[in-house]
């Protein structure tokens, strides 16, 4: 068998093959159709500092290729989290990353700091499409000064792995990175949903509650590879591929766009499994191409 061990900073993985935020619940949902131990990681729902009810139904409208979303980060809040969910997934064998939220900096900032006293969650990832409550709303992860402000914030409370999930809904993703590296982020998982819409045309209105979501599934995978491929050659911190994953093939195009490991999200509505098979697939490619370690293809694409 292939090597399918890496590293995320100081963070070790089993296998590159991680679930993404939102579409995995906490793990706990799946335990009874996935061996959870089998997993390089699962990244939890998004959790904020204080509770959210999340937008008003319909929030979810099914696209060609992929689905829109508007769930708007319903959780109920990071103390919560600590004393009810993590007892329940701190002795799950895998890495248990938490996805933090918030509507400023020092929201950010603080709810990383309490995830940081659980000595089981080994990393974080920061999800700055969020919007800036102190700036009109625009999200935080579409320009390089709001990233940077967040990355700041929580990596002076935060002393574990910082991975910060980048926007798509940019100019130019390669300065996003650049930036939150500078301020001391350990990787980059990219990318997050695409802005979308879908209209009812007999009812003549959009088919989710608050006009727009959130676009994930194949439909996005060309669009995540560009992004994936531009950011690997932009900065020296490992990147994790998402967007669109529903295969190995599909992991693997990854990996040589220079992803070091990837998140499988909207696939594992279709099928629970689908990690899994995506790991043993993986392994059986690398076989097949006399490959010794999944690192051995990682960036191979000029």
């Known amino acids: 068998m292939a090597e399918l061990r890496v590293n995320i900073g100081s963070l070790s993985l089993k296998n590159p093959v991680m679930t993404a935020s939102g579409t ?7 335990q009874d159709l996935v061996p959870l131990d089998a997993l390089g990681g699962i990244i939890v729902k998004g959790t904020t500092l204080k509770p959210r009810e999340g937008n008003d139904y319909p929030r979810m ?6 689905m829109l979303n508007c769930v708007g980060l319903q959780n109920k809040g990071v103390d919560y989290f600590c004393e009810h969910i993590y007892p329940q997934i ?9 996805n933090v939220s918030g509507s400023s900096p ?30 009109g709303g625009m999200a935080f992860g579409v320009t390089c000064q709001g990233a940077a402000s967040v990355v700041k914030a929580v990596r002076a409370r935060y002393h574990k792995t910082l991975i910060v999930k980048l926007s798509p809904n940019v ?53 995540a590879l560009r992004m994936v491929w531009q950011v690997a050659k932009a900065v020296r911190i490992p990147v994790i591929g998402l967007g669109g994953i529903c295969t190995a093939e599909d992991a693997i195009a990854f990996f040589m766009a ?13 099928d629970p ?24 293809i990682v960036g191979c694409i000029a």
Not at 61 to 66: I, L, N, P
Request: net charge negative.
């Open 273 to 296: 499994t689908v990690s899994v098979k995506v790991r043993d697939g993986i392994n059986t490619w690398l076989d097949q191409h006399g490959c010794q370690s999944v690192c051995d």
């Open 258 to 270: 220079g992803a070091t490991a990837i998140e499988i999200g909207t696939a594992n509505f279709l």
């Open 24 to 30: 995995f619940g906490y793990g706990l949902e799946f």
């Open 106 to 135: 020092e929201d950010y900032a603080e709810c990383a700091a309490r995830i940081d006293a659980l000595e089981r969650i080994p990393a974080i990832e920061l999800n700055i499409s969020c919007p800036n409550v102190k700036d």
């Open 171 to 223: 100019t130019d993703i390669a300065d996003i990175a650049r930036a939150v590296e500078a301020e001391g982020a350990d990787s980059v998982s990219l990318i997050n949903t695409l802005m979308g819409m879908a209209i009812d045309i007999e009812r003549r209105r959009s088919l989710l509650s608050i006009g727009t979501g959130g676009l994930s599934g194949p439909a996005v995978k060309p669009v």
């Open 61 to 66: 409208a099914e696209t060609a290729s992929g």
């Open 90 to 98: 701190k002795d799950i064998d895998t890495n248990m990353i938490v």
